[in-house]
């Protein structure tokens, strides 16, 4: 499985942007995708997920604020994040497990600045 984030960039503090994350590969592995972040300085932090039923699940920290979808056909998983804040500052990384383990995508910077 290969995973592509994309979808980052400046956006002003209240603002939103839509994160989007294509898996391509032996996609009928994927157990479930999650998206995490990772500041300067900071552990990476884990945001959400969503399983194969289509479950979602959150972090306290984004519950509310941040959204995950997926569309099937297209093999992409969105993170759609609202309200953001500077400290949301991070880069994005997209997230699979799969039946030989986790795979992580390259990650997409997200900046929050007036």
């Known amino acids: 499985v290969q995973l592509q984030a994309s979808g980052g960039g400046l956006v002003q503090p209240g603002g939103y942007l839509r994160l989007s994350c294509l898996a391509s590969g032996t996609i009928f592995s994927i157990n479930g995708m999650g998206w995490y972040r990772q500041a300067p300085g900071n552990q990476r932090q884990y945001l959400g997920s969503i399983s194969r039923a289509g479950n979602t699940n959150y972090a306290d920290s984004v519950k509310g604020r941040f959204t995950i979808s997926r569309d099937s056909a297209k093999n992409t998983m969105y993170l759609q994040m609202n309200n953001l804040k500077p400290e949301d500052t991070a880069v994005y990384y997209c997230?699979?497990?799969?039946?030989?383990?986790?795979?992580w995508g390259q990650g997409t910077l997200v900046t929050v600045s007036s």
């Open positions: 997230n699979a497990g799969t039946s030989s383990g986790p795979k």
